[in-house]
C-alpha cells in the first residue's frame, strides 16, 4: 500500500497565505510603472506553476531573470491592456452617468464583455506561466482555444477576475497587493481542475 501524503494543519495553510501575499506585493512593486505590469504579472504567474508543478517556489535569480527576458515584449502587452481597459471603463463610466445613450442594457452588455476578456486575460496569464513567462501570443492562442472548448473554464476566470476587482474596491488600499496574489493563484487552481489547451509551439 502506498504511504498516505502528509496531512496539512494550520502552519502549512499560513505559510502558503503568507507567501502569497508577498508574490502580490512584489507583483505591485515591480508593476508600478504600469508598462511593466503584464512583464510582473506573466513573472508572478510562471513562479506559482513552478510552486504547483515542483511543490517549491523558483530562486530569486531564476525569478529575476523571467522578469528581464519578459520585459521587452510585456511592455507593448501592458500598453494594449491598460488602453482596453481604459476604454472600458470610460464606456461603463459614461453608460452608468447617462452621458451616453443606452441606458441599462447597454450597461449590462459592456459589462458582461468586460467580464469575458477579464477572464479571457486571466487564462493568457496562467498559460504564459507554463512557458516561463515568455510566448504572449502563444498564450493568447492557447487561452482562445480553451474559450472556445471549455466555456466552463472561461467562466469560472471571469468570476475570478470580477469578483478580485471587487474586494478591491471594497477592501482597504494596502490590502490590494494581497488579492493579486491570491487571484493568480485562483486563476492556476481554476486551471489545474478544468485543464487549458496546451500551448501550441510557435
Known sequence: MS???????????????????LLGFAVALAALPLLTLAPAVATASAALHDRGVTGSWPTTRTTLARFGRALPAGLAV???????????????????????????????????????????????????GRT???????????????????????????????????????????????LAGYALAALHAVAARRPLTRPEAP
Request: glycine share 12%.
Open 78 to 128: 501592458s500598453a494594449v491592456g491598460l488602453a482596453v481597459a481604459g476604454a472600458l471603463a470610460a464606456d461603463l463610466l459614461a453608460l452608468a452617468g447617462g452621458r451616453v445613450p443606452g441606458g441599462g442594457p447597454a450597461t449590462a452588455l459592456t459589462a458582461a464583455i468586460t467580464a469575458a476578456l477579464l477572464g479571457y486575460a486571466g487564462l493568457v496569464t496562467v498559460a504564459v
Open 3 to 21: 504511504a498516505e501524503p502528509p496531512r496539512r494543519d494550520w502552519r502549512d495553510t499560513a505559510r502558503e497565505a503568507s507567501d502569497l501575499a
Open 132 to 178: 516561463g513567462g515568455r510566448g504572449w501570443r502563444v498564450a493568447a492562442r492557447a487561452a482562445a482555444r480553451t474559450c472556445a472548448q471549455r466555456p466552463g473554464t472561461w467562466a469560472a476566470a471571469s468570476g475570478v477576475c470580477c469578483l478580485a476587482g471587487l474586494l478591491a474596491v471594497l477592501v482597504t488600499p494596502v490590502a490590494v497587493p494581497i
